[in-house]
């Protein structure tokens, strides 16, 4: 496949990335020339098969883990040529994480891990807007409270919160649905949706799931460590669908 036109308003872009993991016969390439762009913005879900690169392609695009070749922009910055420090520093300025499994700290309250990166980064969050997310996401009568004193709807939606509180360049959700009964991952996804629209936040999730899907602007296929697809506008029977193919053509 021919490299696609990369455009300049692309807040994060992929150019000929590929990740091998192991060496010679035991080899598995991960991802294999992966050229693909995501919109400022815009809410972007990755699907594919199991086992197709979607969370390598992630973590290499968060500069959580680095490729074996090709180059990775935030904005106009190259990922791949900054070092362990940079990318440590680019990371809690300029990227925000949603993870599966929340990943708040037990013995720290609500508050406290909302604001821990932008604290560990030596940075005051902006009150209005701190003030501004905690009303919207339901938060003000349990910012004190401890995580094993919150629903899991409630911990997703304090990680979703310490995500957006920096105002990062692009907020990276793995599975954030994953762990959460459909009408918390209803709450969190329509959350992630209007951080988009409302915010012009960028976001950028992987998901297996279609209703999930559903909730982007568009949904970036992966399919054996390349870019298979894509879907505009994706609407859960598109989704279910194009993954039938997919999964079709794989076989
Ligand atoms: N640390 C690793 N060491 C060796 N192989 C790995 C490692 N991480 C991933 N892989 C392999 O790379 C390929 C892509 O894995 P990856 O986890 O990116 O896929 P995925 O699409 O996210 O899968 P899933 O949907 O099951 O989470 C798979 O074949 C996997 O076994």
Redesign the pocket.
Known sequence: MNAPTITRTAAVRAVGLSKS??EGEAA?R?LDGVHTEFMGAAFTAIM??????????M?CLAGLDTATSGLVYLGDTELTGLSDRELTELRRHRIGFVFQAFNLLPVLTAEENMLLPMRLGGVDPDPEWMAEIVGRLGLTERLGHLPHELSGGQQQRVAVARALLPRPDVIFADEPTGNLDSRSGTEVLELLRSSVREFGQTVVM?T?DPVAASYSDRVVL?AD?RIAGEIDRPTTDSVIETMRELGARAC
Do not use: D, Q
């Open positions: 993991y192991g598995v991960a594919g098969p199991s086992g197709s690169g979607k969370s390598t392609l973590h992987v297996h992966i460590g």
